[in-house]
């Protein structure tokens, strides 16, 4: 019975979370709170999504895609730099300045170089999605191989384990909370990224959907276009959440949901 409590309050609590942020957005654009310009009706928003789907549908296919891809490429890169910066120190001392050092480049700024260098099409977006994505990835994965007791080490040594085994076997496993939790910031972050790079090279996906909708003051495709953004996020999040709980079900941030 707990088990099925739980279950419905999964549901339950977001469900009525989206209820009361609807009411409250009815209710201001009914009592004349704010110009429809400016916020649209919620039924307008509807309407939109009811007859414009086909073009809402493409374009959110379209982003999806960069963001998979890009952050596919973030995950590959991100543990690979995060790996060999743990394993050297030469290498820390040379690579890990410089990813925080690129943190402080304004994104949209490298966008147009992106277009420059690499033309229109797929890769600009990628690359944006990556370049936004890979950094905590990298960061909460060297954290967390950098946070293994040294004792579960010595104790892997002296049963005979090797170096490769003990890093697969022993730092790898328990940096597993850490490299979700960044994991789970990448994904949010790559759909911001996603939309940046079409922002400036691209001719479809949500994000030049978004722009064409500021230009001709379509407030409610606008808002139709972020809600589909906000929808993918948090269902890729969620699937990353999901991974997290198969992969590492003894962490006790596991147990703790599930108490």
């Known amino acids: 019975m707990k088990t099925i409590d739980r279950d419905y309050s999964k549901i339950l609590y977001p469900t009525a979370t ?3 942020a609807l009411l409250a957005w009815d209710a201001l654009t009914r009592f004349g709170a704010t110009p429809a310009y400016a916020l649209p009706a919620p039924s307008d928003v509807l309407r939109i999504f009811l007859t414009r789907w086909p073009v809402i549908l493409s374009n959110a296919i379209s982003t999806t895609v960069v963001v998979i891809i890009g952050y596919g490429l973030s995950v590959v890169v991100g543990a690979s730099l995060a790996v060999m910066i743990s394993s ?30 690499f033309g229109f099409g797929l890769l600009p977006k990628v690359l944006m999605t ?38 697969r076997m022993i730092r790898l496993y328990r940096a597993l909370p850490s490299i979700f939790a960044g994991l789970k910031v990448a994904i949010a972050l790559a759909v911001v ?20 909708a500021i230009a001709a003051v379509n407030t409610p495709l606008l808002f139709a276009g972020l809600i589909v953004l906000t929808v993918l996020a948090v ?25």
């Open 18 to 20: 989206v209820a009361l």
């Open 88 to 117: 050297s120190r030469a290498f820390e001392k040379s690579i890990y300045p410089l990813l925080v050092g690129s943190q402080a480049i304004p994104k949209l700024a490298l966008a147009p170089l992106f277009v420059v260098w």
């Open 130 to 167: 990556f370049f936004i994505s890979v950094f905590p990835i990298v960061v909460s994965t060297v954290q967390g191989i950098a946070s293994v007791e040294p004792e579960l080490e010595f104790l892997a040594r002296s049963m005979g384990l090797g170096q490769y085994r003990t890093f």
């Open 193 to 212: 990224g996603a939309v940046v790079g079409e922002f400036v090279g691209s001719d479809e996906g949500l994000g030049i959907l978004l722009l064409r």
């Open 235 to 259: 269902i890729l999040f969620g699937l990353i959440e999901l991974s997290e709980r198969i992969a590492i079900p003894w962490h006790v941030s596991q147990r703790s949901k599930s108490a």
